[in-house]
């Protein structure tokens, strides 16, 4: 098989495992780095099949540019590979910052020294009969490669012996294929037309795949199930939060705050001319002032439960809200809507028998929304409230 035929098909299989790692944006940290290493090695892939395509039609300026390149993407290769590890590994800041400036190191000087080649040839070098010859500073880079890696298996080799947990398995992987790439190297450097690299890099791509990827994918799922969790349970608690914010510890009935986005929601809904039928019914409580004054708040406070509790017998719990010290309103629809005239006349008549009797006494007044004369929810309340402080006259002076 062809040279370039060979690195056509790591190249195929390199994109075809890979293809989820090109596409998929990923938020853990470590992903970006071998997405760049990922990157780099197809980069290698495809100048070595162009090396392959040049060298058998014999252009000379296309493969030297080719194999300029070439290198470059090799020294690109086991830099990201090393910031990847660095990361993966989750390291320690001293290896952290040693790692970085060797692989660093390594890279600017081989860039350096491909320049220099362009001048005077210590790299490679390719004659007028398109004859490639590998030069002393080729090896001594692969050489600085098989260094770095074994920097990086030596690392893991130590964290596996200290830790022996599970945790390991990065480790290990990691280790195996800087192996695969260090005899790969050495092969390489030995017998320079031959692919051994490209071979050592797809199998250990595959390795990596088989782990890293699942691994993210596991993390991924991890993450994403806890963070539904996280988010049920604040869910659950702002539920709670509201449910207190809603409700007036003292009588039970909803609180001014739902009072208030009550009225802000019918209020976008008369706007819209959206609204069906409502009424509101206001409430005061007669008398409060005196019994705080002559008995103490604690009797007031049992004065006004008293008194809510009157009103629950009449209108529904869920449709009472406290907006004040003793004011209180009922919004009426559906059913209640319906029957809303018998509703008060009968809690009107039971607050008239409580007042010949000494017992809670509730004034009230009652107004119906008008469509298309109500322009919000306060011009009917402002009429409920009117005929509210009618009654609260009546009943004073009526009070036995």
């Keep these: 098989m062809p040279y370039y035929l060979l690195s056509a098909v790591a190249l195929t299989i390199h994109i075809l495992i890979n293809v989820d790692m090109f596409l998929k944006k990923d938020n853990i940290p470590y992903i970006k780095q071998y997405r760049f290493f990922l990157i780099s090695i197809m980069v290698f892939y495809i100048t070595d099949i162009l090396w392959g395509?040049?060298?058998?039609?014999?252009?000379?300026?296309?493969?030297?540019?080719?194999?300029?390149?070439?290198?470059?993407?090799?020294?690109?290769?086991?830099?990201?590979?090393t910031i990847f590890v660095i990361r993966y590994l989750s390291s320690k800041k001293i290896y952290i910052v040693i790692m970085k400036l060797i692989s660093f190191s390594f890279f600017?000087?081989?860039?350096?020294?491909?320049?220099?080649?362009?001048?005077?040839?210590?790299?490679?070098?390719?004659?007028?009969?398109?004859?490639?010859?590998?030069?002393?500073?080729?090896?001594?880079?692969f050489y600085l490669q098989v260094f770095m890696y074994a920097l990086i298996i030596l690392y893991?080799?130590?964290?596996?012996?200290?830790?022996?947990?599970?945790?390991c398995r990065r480790y290990i992987t990691i280790s195996l294929f800087g192996i695969i790439m260090i005899i790969c190297i050495i092969f390489q450097i030995k017998q320079p037309l031959i692919p051994y690299y490209p071979i050592g890099c797809i199998i250990g791509v595959c390795m990596l795949n088989t782990y890293t990827v699942s691994e993210a994918k596991e993390k991924l799922k991890t993450e994403f199930d806890d963070a539904k969790e996280k988010f049920k349970e604040n869910k659950e608690k702002l539920n709670e939060a509201l449910s207190v914010v809603h409700l007036d510890p003292l009588t039970g009935v909803k609180s001014r705050y739902a009072y208030v986005e009550a009225e802000?929601?019918?209020?976008?809904?008369?706007?819209?001319?959206?609204?069906?039928?409502?009424a509101l019914v206001v409430f005061d409580i007669n008398g409060l002032k005196i019994v705080n004054d002559t008995l103490g708040h604690e009797a007031g406070d049992k004065y006004i439960k008293d008194s809510v509790s009157l009103?629950?017998?009449?209108?529904?719990?869920?449709?009472?809200?406290?907006?004040?010290?003793?004011?209180?309103?009922?919004?009426?629809?559906g059913d209640i809507f319906i029957n809303r005239q018998k509703l008060i006349d009968d809690f009107m008549m039971k607050v008239d028998e409580n007042n010949k009797c000494n017992l809670p006494v509730v004034s009230s007044g009652i107004s119906r929304y008008k469509r298309n004369v109500d322009n919000t929810f306060r011009s009917v309340f402002e009429r409920a409230d009117k005929m509210m402080y009618q009654r609260k006259e009546y009943l004073k002076e009526n009070n036995s």
Excluded at 156 to 167: L, P, Q, V
Excluded at 264 to 273: R, S, V
Aim: net charge negative.
């Design 311 to 333: 009103i629950k017998e009449f209108f529904p719990t869920e449709e009472i809200y406290r907006f004040g010290g003793d004011e209180f309103v009922a919004i009426l629809t």
């Design 108 to 141: 600017i000087t081989e860039i350096v020294l491909l320049i220099i080649n362009c001048f005077n040839p210590i790299f490679f070098d390719i004659d007028s009969n398109c004859v490639y010859y590998a030069l002393p500073a080729r090896e001594i880079m």
């Design 156 to 167: 893991s080799i130590i964290y596996i012996f200290e830790k022996r947990n599970k945790d």
């Design 264 to 278: 802000e929601n019918i209020d976008k809904l008369i706007a819209k001319n959206e609204i069906s039928d409502f």
């Design 53 to 81: 395509l040049f060298d058998t039609f014999k252009l000379i300026t296309p493969l030297y540019v080719d194999t300029f390149i070439y290198f470059l993407a090799v020294g690109a290769t086991i830099f990201f590979w």
